[in-house]
């Protein structure tokens, strides 16, 4: 029963960070130096969480301007100009190389933490439990000064945890929602419920203009409540979306196989086109089956106004590819490196001004000038060409920590 129940957790801990990110990448860094991202900065969304058209290029000035005009002013709230801490090493528990949005968070974590000359010790679990409480054993053996689990559920690490916590060494865990626990600093992750109102409001709305005859639309999800809170939020925001709608049922609620969802996604697909022919939508929380049920409905050459609209969570290269095809239609997206940034932040102002850590993930919307980690739909109109290139279309959040740190701890990084 042990060994199941240890299997268990790992394949929710496994699934949880696929469905909070991407995959395929390559490649981990154990310097401090500034590295390049895999996203590029462009425009602010709506602060209401409504889903909004991405600004032109020819606005990212402002956009970047309100960042610039929100660093200055925060720096001047946070006191004189103090010396910037120095000499700090940071052990970042890396949930794996494949994944795109952990390495977009690692990138950015190597990058703002190379503004203060700090080490950042990458040490990359790759899905295994075991080895992630071996990493986190071996990372502390090197006295960091911060550590950070990256979709690393505290319950899977008490050991290094207890000894983080009697050294001193604050432990922020990000990513992903996972089991709170009183020995965890702080848990900087994306507001899920937020993320699916956006998600809903486009999807709900191009269900209408598509179908405007069906009385009710039909609607298929696909959930995986094991996964972890995080994901759990998103069903019940999703019942709470269609409960303040009208015109849309939701006819299937498949929970995924979580031993092999891609495959399961294929199937249920394929079962759900064959029981509801007239099936308006899908709705997938898993980001690397998003394109599975988009290849479904072109193997049966569903195209046209008939086609049912595909949707789900963040986006992969793989989704964006789907994208630009057409067998993908909109996928709700974040800037998963303002975590990174808002982390550095967080722990700067703790060693140079001996603040506290701010303790949840309303840090984003309430910490700052700027909003961060704010929602937007990825569709055709805005993906870009290359699908490699995650845009981003929320805050300048380089732009304002630069221009905050440059101002608050006397560095040039403009």
Avoid at 70 to 93: N, Q
Avoid at 199 to 213: G, N, V
Avoid at 363 to 372: N, P
Wanted: aromatic share 8%; with cysteine.
């Amino acid at each position: 029963m042990r060994t199941k129940l240890l299997v268990l957790a790992t394949l929710c801990v496994v699934v949880l960070a696929i469905l909070m990110g991407g995959c395929g990448d390559s490649g981990t860094s154990t310097t401090g130096a500034p590295s390049s991202t895999l996203g590029t900065t462009a425009t602010t969304v709506g602060s209401s969480g409504s889903t909004t058209t991405s600004v032109p290029v020819s606005d990212r000035e402002a956009a970047k301007q309100e960042a610039t005009d929100a660093g200055l002013k925060d720096a001047e709230a946070a006191g004189p100009p103090v010396a910037p801490p120095t000499g700090k090493k940071i052990g970042f528990l890396l949930l794996s190389a494949q994944t795109e949005a952990d390495v977009i968070i690692m990138n950015d974590l190597k990058e703002a933490a190379g503004y203060f000359g700090f080490d950042v010790i990458v040490s990359d679990w790759n899905f295994d439990t075991a080895k992630l409480r071996m990493n986190a054993t071996t990372v502390l053996a090197q006295d960091p000064d911060l550590m950070i689990g990256d979709a690393a559920d505290p319950t899977l690490t008490p050991e290094a945890l207890k000894e983080a916590d009697a050294r001193g060494i604050p432990w922020i865990v990000t990513s992903a929602a996972q089991t709170p626990s009183d020995l965890v600093t702080a848990e900087y992750v994306p507001d899920e419920k937020l993320n699916t109102r956006v998600l809903d409001e486009w999807l709900f709305a191009q269900i209408k203009e598509r179908f405007p005859d069906r009385d009710p639309a039909k609607l298929a999800a696909f959930q995986a409540p094991p996964v972890g809170p995080g994901v759990r939020d998103r069903d019940t925001q999703r019942k709470e979306d269609l409960a303040n709608t009208t015109g849309i049922t939701e006819v299937v609620t498949h929970d995924l196989d979580l031993a092999d969802p891609v495959q399961d996604t294929i199937k249920m697909t394929r079962q759900i086109l064959a029981q509801y022919p007239d099936i308006a939508a899908f709705w997938q929380t898993a980001d690397f089956c998003i394109p599975p049920i988009g290849q479904v409905l072109n193997s049966q050459g569903i195209e046209g106004a008939e086609r049912p609209i595909v949707s789900g969570f963040y986006s992969t290269r793989e989704g964006r590819a789907g994208l630009i095809d057409g067998s993908v239609d909109g996928i709700v997206d974040i800037n998963q490196g303002e975590m990174a940034y808002v982390i550095i932040d967080q722990a700067v102002e703790h060693w140079a001004r001996g603040t506290e850590f701010w303790p949840d993930s309303t840090v984003f919307a309430e910490a700052y000038s700027i909003k961060m980690l704010q929602p937007w739909m990825h569709t055709a109109e805005n993906v870009n060409p290359d699908i490699e290139i995650l845009e981003n279309n929320g805050a300048d959040y380089k732009t304002y920590f630069k221009t905050k740190w440059s101002k608050e701890f006397g560095l040039n990084l403009q």
